[in-house]
């Protein structure tokens, strides 16, 4: 599998209690657990949420939609998946193979810095032809005026507000034993039980895009040192007694 598709399906959002890996079977998007549904969690959020699905259906290989989904969580400015959408271009995974346009959405999920989609972009970068760099620069300014932070913190920010307001004080907001689990960096998880569902990290525009940061940014990966090559003399091997001669 492509390293960036690596890196979104380890890091992506998996609210299934039961997840298994993409060999297993899956459930299918009417089997989402209801609760996390009803507790207004993930349509309070879209960009998680369209990511979820999109992920699903990637795992059932229905690429084309997959890929709208994708979209839909990147216009909410879900750069995991403007990521996705990049390498499904670059693959022609769902879409015809387009390494242009595959650059021009890799930098607006690197829009932020996150260290994976920068080193995945310069990849991109260097493969591409003259003319598809001409192209991929062309292209881009389209993209960022629609899915670059610009064009979508609004768009992030009205959701999240009415969200909130929307789970208040409602049966909506009623959280029970509910869990939302996101993988994160080296497949350790990172879990959202329902004591934590109004925490403002989650809600406030700002905190939120400084969550997702600490996520993303920097991914914190296990390191193993290697040091100088050390040469390792043979052992001495005990002499063996001379062959007599044949007669």
Known sequence: MP?????????????????????QPQRTDTQ?????????????????HFRQLGLAAFNREQY?????????????GDKPSQGM????YWLGKGVAQDKAIAYAWMDLAA??????????????????SEAEQVRALSEGRALYARYGDAA???RITSALR???NKSAGSRTGYTGNMKIVIAGPGGGDITIDGSQFYNPKYWDPEKYRAWQDSIWKEPKMGLVQVGDVEKVEQPMQPAQPASKPSR
């Open 85 to 88: 959408v990049a390498e499904m």
């Open 111 to 128: 829009e932020r810095g996150y260290r994976n989609f920068l080193g995945q972009r310069e990849h991109y970068w260097s493969a591409l």
């Open 152 to 154: 979508t913190t609004p």
């Open 64 to 76: 084309e939609e997959a890929l709208r989904l994708f979209k839909r969580a990147g216009y909410f």
């Open 162 to 164: 009415r969200g909130k």
């Open 3 to 23: 390293r960036i598709l690596q890196h979104c399906l380890v890091f992506g959002l998996l609210v299934l209690p039961g997840w298994a890996p993409a060999a």
């Open 32 to 48: 989402v657990d209801d609760l996390v549904l009803s507790a207004g969690f993930l349509p309070a959020h879209p960009d998680l």
